[in-house]
């Protein structure tokens, strides 16, 4: 069993849908936990990030972290298409740790 | 600031050929990483540095090396190339803040193709 598990997808939503993005895990000591975004040909950059349990809002997008199921969500509200990235989660058990990365979810938002 | 810079932005070797992938960051961060990207795949780890003169091996080192002997540099470099070593590769850094928001920072890219 891999560390992260993620649908590579594609997701495909038309504009305005709700998107819900997510990732298990297997190792019960990570703590910090992050979604990434990744436009094409470019680098990824941080989008949200959560510590421990719970939710984190941030305008349409909300993070939550099921520590109990290992289990860990991006919400996405009115979906637009600037939105169509691939998303990555990532993991890790420090605050100094390595980032473990799930293998990302490409998403797609229609106009 | 121009954050995390790599060159160059596309390369195709043969098999056996070397080069170097470089790496530099203006925001004085004392980690850098670099990563391999291949299609579905997400990002592995080939080496980090926690600062100048120290390295450590990630998830895929093989047939990799590196060196850190200035803050700013970060070069990644392929010895014999395989068709294997066929990938996007990243470099990033980030600083020694602590706390969860310590975030990687990362350069746009090299699309590597080995022919």
């Known amino acids: 069993q891999k560390e992260v598990e993620q649908d590579p997808g594609p997701l495909s939503v038309p504009e305005g849908a709700i998107v819900s993005l997510n990732c298990t895990y297997s190792n019960s000591a990570f703590q910090y936990f992050m979604w990434y975004r990744q436009y094409s040909r470019k680098g990824p950059e941080l989008l949200m990030y959560t510590y421990s349990s719970g939710n984190k809002e941030d305008g349409r997008f909300t993070a939550q972290v099921d520590k109990s199921s290992k289990y860990i969500s991006l919400f996405i509200r009115d979906s637009q298409p600037s939105d169509s990235a691939t998303y990555l989660c990532a993991m890790k058990e420090g605050s100094q740790g390595n980032l473990i990365f799930g293998k990302g979810t490409k998403l797609s938002v229609k106009p | 600031n121009a954050g995390v810079t790599q060159t160059p932005k596309f390369r195709i070797l043969k098999i056996g050929q070397s080069m170097t992938l470089q790496c530099t960051q203006d925001?004085?961060?004392?980690?850098m990483y670099w990563y391999r990207q291949d299609p579905g795949m997400g990002l592995k780890l080939i080496y980090y540095s926690v600062g100048a003169g120290i390295t450590d091996k990630g998830e895929v080192p093989n047939g990799y090396n590196v060196s850190r002997s200035t803050t700013e540099d970060f070069p990644l470099r392929l010895e014999l190339a395989a068709p294997s070593q066929t990938s996007v590769y990243f470099c990033?850094?980030?600083?020694?803040?602590?706390?969860?928001?310590?975030?990687?920072?990362f350069g746009p890219g090299t699309r590597l193709t080995v022919l």
């Open positions: 925001m004085n961060h004392n980690y």
């Open positions: 990033a850094s980030k600083g020694l803040a602590g706390g969860p928001s310590n975030e990687q920072f």
